[in-house]
């Protein structure tokens, strides 16, 4: 009898017991599908490949807008065996980068960007050193005139030396790539060396030309493969051809950087570089460890703002000319608004508030440009949790800068040039919360203020004093507007004619 009951409570003590671990087992199953369900979807991927198949790496921002329209504005992507999540439309991207600013604020270190920098510099470095290289740039920047009147002028008087070249040519058909390029690289020069260079200098001239074809190459579909599949690099050309410019580059600053040490005085600071020195001499003095002003910090703090105080300035004033020969009715009446508010004149930054159609025009350029479309990309710093979906912490980003400048909902005719996005009713100038060419957030352009005044004052000084054409036997409808893609978008290669007004 006993034996009996000890089996049977044996046995509803086994029963429960089975039960119970169906019951854990169940609700783990669920708690883990549920877990599933709130990371964001997306198309599904392939062993190995991950969604490379879903997607046209030369043109990846465009892929990647058209993947959004089926899986939201929130979804995910594998590029091989690495998880990224893409952000789409303003909405989306405003209210990562600004109200979760500190969960999206981390950068994403792809194998080829660790390449350029090791973990140093600006632009691709994380945590403590990120935070005190942003901060000093900043600083310094503002210090020698970010923004400011002193700039003001170091912009005007290289917006002499621009119009002088381009007088040169006499209204015949010229790239003017190369001279655009010297004149917006002369201007974080000055601010980084204490000097700009001649329009002929040779040196200037390969450091220039190395700096476009790096930013080129690291948008090509070969090097987004290496960032995938990082032990292919040495067989790739592309990237040996990246490999041997940054070195180069790196030689050649780290001349000009001896340079000015030999004729430093820390009682004159001339430029970054010296700025930089006389921090990590002072510091050395107080015998302070583990400070993040050492050599490879300068160097590629260097190599970072030099190169993007070039490239995308550089560009953006292209699409600005292209566009007003190709939309010569839009010229027109910049030209006749400047000619009405500030006549022969030299412009100055405080025209800016009385040339509202110029200022329009300006923006609308920086907006259909679409210069970095991707963004430079993100990482998640944390676990989160973001319009319902879970994010895990080291998440790989992409805030879709094309998605914003293009979103249908922010603007009336999002793939069209079209000035009156920045005008209201009565033609005065209007801030549009989606133009975010800079970005935005923590990892914002942080020559932002600087980039503004020279594409104001560089493209208001060439409209004053030239009328711009298509090369003779082009027509306005054959002019090209299809970007060179590279990591930033640039117009494809052509001539236009710079024609006297005066």
Same mark, same amino acid.
């Given at each position: 009898m006993i034996e009996d009951l000890f089996q049977s409570s044996t046995s509803v003590s086994l029963l429960v017991a089975i039960v119970g671990l169906l019951v854990l087992h169940l609700f783990y199953s669920s708690f883990s599908s549920q877990d599933k369900k709130r990371e964001p979807p997306g198309p599904k991927p392939l062993p190995l490949l991950g969604n490379l198949l879903h997607v046209d790496l030369k043109r990846l921002d465009s892929s990647l807008l058209n993947l959004s329209k089926k899986y939201g504005p929130v979804f995910t992507v594998y590029f091989g065996q690495k998880k990224v999540v893409v952000l789409t439309g303003y909405r989306t991207v405003k209210q990562a980068l600004i109200n979760h600013a500190e969960e999206f604020g981390d950068r994403a270190v792809t194998p080829i960007f660790y390449d350029f920098n090791r973990g140093h510099g600006i632009i691709f470095s994380n945590g403590d050193s990120w935070k005190e290289m942003r901060r000093f740039a900043l600083t310094t920047l503002r210090d020698f005139g970010m923004g400011k009147r002193s700039s003001e002028g170091k912009i005007i008087e290289e917006c002499r030396y621009l119009i002088e070249e381009f007088e040169q040519h006499e209204g015949k058909a010229f790239d003017n790539s190369h001279t655009?390029?010297?004149?917006?690289?002369? +201007?974080? =020069?000055?601010?980084?060396?204490?000097?700009?260079? @001649?329009?002929?200098?040779?040196? /200037?001239?390969?450091?220039?030309?190395?700096?476009?074809?790096? +930013? &080129?190459?690291?948008? =090509?579909? =070969? +090097? !987004? +493969?290496?960032?995938?599949? #990082?032990?292919?690099?040495?067989?790739?050309?592309?990237?040996?051809? *990246?490999?041997?410019?940054?070195?180069?580059?790196?030689? @050649?600053?780290?001349?000009?950087?001896?340079?000015?040490k030999e004729t430093l005085n820390p009682e004159m600071c001339r430029c970054f570089v010296d700025a930089f020195l006389i921090r990590k001499m002072n510091l050395e003095e107080s015998e302070i460890k583990d400070s993040h002003y050492h050599d490879d910090n300068l160097l590629y703090s260097v190599l970072n703002l030099f190169a993007a105080g070039t490239d995308t300035m550089?560009?953006? *004033?292209?699409?600005? *000319? *292209? /566009?007003?020969?190709?939309?010569?009715?839009? !010229?027109? &009446?910049?030209?006749?608004?400047?000619?009405?508010?500030?006549? =022969?004149? !030299?412009?100055?930054?405080? $025209? &800016?508030?009385?040339?509202?159609?110029?200022?329009?025009?300006i923006h609308e350029s920086q907006r259909l440009a679409n210069i970095v479309p991707l963004a430079i990309p993100h990482k998640t710093s944390q676990d989160v949790t973001f319009q319902g979906y879970f994010i895990k912490e080291g998440t790989i980003v992409f805030p879709l800068l094309t998605s914003v400048l293009y979103d249908e909902s922010e603007w009336e005719t999002p793939h069209t040039f079209n000035p009156s996005h920045f005008l209201d009713k009565e033609g005065k100038f209007i801030r549009k919360d989606a133009f975010m060419p800079f970005s935005a957030g923590r990892r914002a352009c942080l020559g932002e203020s600087l980039a503004r005044m020279e594409l104001f004052l560089f493209f208001t000084s060439l409209?004053?004093?030239?009328?711009?054409?298509? #090369?003779?036997?082009?027509?306005? $409808?054959?002019?090209?507007?299809? #970007?060179?893609?590279?990591?930033?978008?640039?117009?494809?290669?052509?001539?236009?004619?710079?024609?006297?007004?005066?």
């Open positions: 655009i390029n010297y004149a917006a690289s002369n +201007i974080i =020069s000055a601010i980084i060396f204490g000097k700009r260079f @001649e329009y002929k200098d040779p040196v /200037f001239h390969v450091m220039l030309k190395r700096d476009h074809e790096t +930013i &080129r190459l690291t948008g =090509s579909a =070969s +090097i !987004q +493969i290496y960032n995938v599949i #990082p032990w292919l690099g040495p067989c790739l050309k592309n990237w040996r051809v *990246l490999m041997k410019n940054v070195e180069d580059n790196k030689e @050649e600053i780290k001349s000009k950087v001896a340079e000015l550089g560009y953006t *004033l292209q699409w600005c *000319l *292209l /566009f007003m020969a190709k939309y010569p009715h839009f !010229q027109d &009446r910049v030209q006749e608004e400047l000619d009405r508010v500030v006549g =022969s004149r !030299q412009v100055g930054v405080e $025209d &800016r508030k009385n040339l509202p159609y110029t200022d329009a025009v409209l004053q004093r030239f009328h711009f054409t298509p #090369p003779p036997g082009v027509t306005v $409808d054959e002019l090209d507007l299809t #970007p060179a893609v590279g990591f930033t978008l640039g117009p494809s290669p052509h001539e236009l004619c710079a024609v006297s007004r005066q």
